[in-house]
Antibody
Framework: DVQVAESGGGIVQPGGSLRLSCVAS????????MHWVRQAPGEALMWISR???????TYADSVKGRFTISRDDAKNTVYLQMNSLRDDDTATYYC??????????????WGPGTLVTVSS | IQMTQSPSSLSASVGDRVTITCRAG??????LNWYQQKSGTAPKLLIF???NVQTGVPSRFSGSGSGTDFTLTISSLQPEDFGTYYC?????????FGQGTKLEIK
């Protein structure tokens, strides 16, 4: 079964840091891009970051300079290091595999998500 | 690329034909995916490349469109189809999502 699963969420004070992990199984991790998407309570999905299989990274403007995505192919794991956290970073964070269906990039599958709450 | 869905919410009866639209802020060819999300769970891929139904998705789901205007259609609404539907463009980074359409069953 192709699966991804996040961990590392929790409660953190404004200005603090947190590192999320996402472990993958059931596929050759090193061959795939990996993405992070977040969803604030009651809000829409928001793509925030991607790491290509060659290590190239991309970020949404809202997290650039504060968040860092990385991968460890030996551990089948992608990470999201989040620094200088703000109240509006409060969200459920999803990890998703970047696959290609036909010739079209898709996010599939997604993990169950991990909740990050930024609050004093 | 900004993605705009309409309506934001709708309520329909079992058996109804339901259509959700998604408009891209620039032309994206057929690089348009649809996801279904049920409350408290992860999104699930329904349609990719505008009109291709993901394996395992019921045939009552279909998609169409190219360029800037796209539609997701449920031909005969079933009780298990409640949830929120999101379009997403994968034409260029960042892979932006629409604001979602919340579908409720009457």
């Amino acid at each position: 079964d192709v699966q991804v699963a996040e961990s590392g969420g929790g409660i953190v004070q404004p200005g603090g840091s947190l590192r999320l992990s996402c472990v993958a199984s059931g596929f050759t991790f090193s061959e795939y891009w990996m993405h992070w998407v977040r969803q604030a309570p009651g809000e829409a999905l928001m793509w925030i970051s991607r790491v290509n299989n060659d290590g190239t990274t991309t970020y949404a403007d809202s997290v650039k300079g504060r968040f860092t995505i990385s991968r460890d192919d030996a551990k089948n794991t992608v990470y999201l290091q989040m620094n200088s956290l703000r109240d509006d970073d409060t969200a459920t964070y999803y990890c998703a595999r970047g696959a290609t269906a036909g010739t079209w990039p898709v996010l599939d599958p997604w993990g169950p998500g991990t909740l990050v709450t930024v609050s004093s | 690329i900004q993605m705009t869905q309409s309506p934001s919410s709708l309520s329909a009866s079992v058996g109804d034909r339901v259509t959700i639209t998604c408009r891209a802020g620039q032309r994206i060819s057929t690089y348009l995916n649809w996801y279904q999300q049920k409350s408290g769970t992860a999104p699930k891929l329904l349609i990719f490349g505008s009109s291709n139904v993901q394996t395992g998705v019921p045939s009552r789901f279909s998609g169409s469109g190219s360029g800037t205007d796209f539609t997701l259609t449920i031909s005969s609404l079933q009780p298990e189809d409640f949830g929120t539907y999101y379009c997403q463009q994968s034409y260029s980074s960042p892979y932006t999502f629409g604001q979602g359409t919340k579908l409720e069953i009457k």
